[in-house]
C-alpha cells in the first residue's frame, strides 16, 4: 500500500515536472529575441513538402 502511494507521487512529480519544463521551454523561445528564435517573423517559410 506504501508503495503504491509513493509510486503514484514520484510519477505525478515527474509529470508535473517535464509539463514545467516544455511550458518554460515554449514560452522561452516564443518570447527571446531574434537571436535565439528559430522563427523569422519578416520572412516566413513554411515547407509543406516538395515534389519533384
Not at 515554449?26 to 509543406?48: C, I, N, W
Request: without cysteine; glycine residues 12%.
Amino acid at each position: 500500500m506504501l508503495n503504491n502511494l509513493i509510486g503514484g507521487a514520484l510519477a505525478m512529480f515527474a509529470g508535473a515536472a517535464l509539463a514545467a519544463a516544455t511550458v518554460f521551454g515554449v514560452v522561452y523561445t516564443q518570447t527571446s529575441g531574434p537571436e535565439r528564435s528559430p522563427a523569422d517573423a519578416d520572412q516566413p517559410f513554411v515547407d509543406y513538402g516538395s515534389t519533384q
